[in-house]
């Protein structure tokens, strides 16, 4: 679990994110803000850039290009308001060069749109698979210790707790 406190100093939110990794399988990113020092309600806008053309399918999915690209499937669903895909400059290294300088170049990105309301806490739990991965769903519930949190793909489970 990583504190991020920049928006705290600048917005007064809280942000913790946890990501989990299963080698081989999937990324579990978590993140958790809380509005408890916020003075207004605020537009949140969970963020991923990708190099490759993102498009949303079913249920707020998204998927990239490439081979095999990648597919991210948020939970809680019903809190986001619109999934924004666009490009956009992010400096990232487009080719190899010498001094390993980055370039800046135009790059695709989502992304999922939740409001916070003053003084209260929003969550996004997204579930970041390879873009050739045919079952991929996850469920969150939050807990008074965590996120209870089940992830289902390709015909398999994992059940845990992200605290």
Known sequence: RVVHDGYLRSKG????????????????IYDLLDGSGSEENRTLRWTLRCPNKMTETEGRV?????DPGIRL???WTARIEAAEIDWGPSMVPLAYQEDMSPQQGQTCHVRF????????????????????????????KVMERGVEVQVRIQGETWNGMLE
Do not use: N
């Not at 939110?13 to 579990?28: C, D, N, P, Q, S």
């Open 13 to 28: 939110i809280g942000h913790e994110r946890t990501v989990l990794l299963a080698k081989g399988k999937f990324f579990l």
């Open 73 to 75: 499937v948020p939970a």
């Open 62 to 66: 998204v998927e990239s290009s490439g």
């Open 113 to 140: 749109v939740q409001q916070l309301e003053r003084g209260e806490k929003a969550r996004f739990l997204v579930l970041m698979v390879a873009g050739d991965c045919g079952e991929a769903e996850v469920e969150g």
